[in-house]
């Protein structure tokens, strides 16, 4: 069956939604739940007083319409990766066994170790926590730990069609990662966004 075909049928017939499996693979301790759950209250409360800012210097542009380019919302998306990492890197600097997860450097790029002509839209790696953001590096098959599918439009074609991609690319981590046990990746489409986590019988979806 070619691989494209492959990644249709997984799409249709592999899915679980089951949130709670994915939050248990990441199998946190109750004082890092914690941590997290604070973490995440923070910055999101920091968002929401950005966002009702009238200030210029907390003024951000609407998110991008249906109509705007499927490459827009790659910055867009970047930049609130990193607004998210500097705000965990304040308050958990030394933490022991925390990591950034940063942003590739190149958006709507070939990895340097893909042997297909296919570009992602955007990749996820982690980074120690003293990593300084502006060293952002171009992320490689091997090095990802999760891809990211963007879609303009929020309808059930434009959402199989990112799942099918996603799963598509993930085949080129898996033959750079032999051992590798779980592959995480994010599907936006309009303004929705969607966790996955591949394993090698189903996909956990949130």
């Not at 607004?83 to 925390?98: D, Q, Y």
């Not at 599907?187 to 966004?193: A, F, P």
Request: hydrophobic letters at 40%; one cysteine or more.
């Amino acid at each position: 069956m070619p691989i494209r075909k492959k990644s249709d049928r997984i799409a249709q017939n592999t899915l679980d939604i089951s949130l709670d499996q994915m939050l248990a693979m990441t199998n946190p301790t109750r004082t890092t739940k914690k941590q997290i759950t604070k973490t995440v209250d923070e910055i999101a409360s920091e968002m929401e007083d950005i966002f009702s800012s009238d200030s210029d210097k907390h003024k951000f542009t609407k998110w991008p319409g249906t109509d705007s380019l499927e490459r827009v919302i790659y910055g867009y998306f970047s930049g609130f990766v990193l607004f998210v990492a500097e705000r965990v890197k304040e308050r958990h600097l030394n933490t022991s066994g925390w990591q950034l997860v940063l942003p590739s450097r190149l958006t709507d790029y070939k990895p340097s170790d893909s042997n297909t002509a296919e570009r992602l839209d955007v990749s996820l790696f982690l980074e120690d926590m003293h990593k300084e953001a502006a060293a952002l590096k171009e992320s490689d098959y091997a090095d990802m730990f999760a891809i990211v599918e963007v879609k303009r439009r929020d309808s059930s074609a434009e959402i199989n069609n990112a799942l099918s991609r996603l799963f598509y690319y993930s085949q080129n981590i898996y033959i750079n990662q032999l051992n590798r046990r779980f592959l995480w990746g994010l599907t936006i489409w309009g303004s929705h966004v969607c966790a996955e986590v591949m394993v090698h019988d189903k996909v956990l979806v949130s």
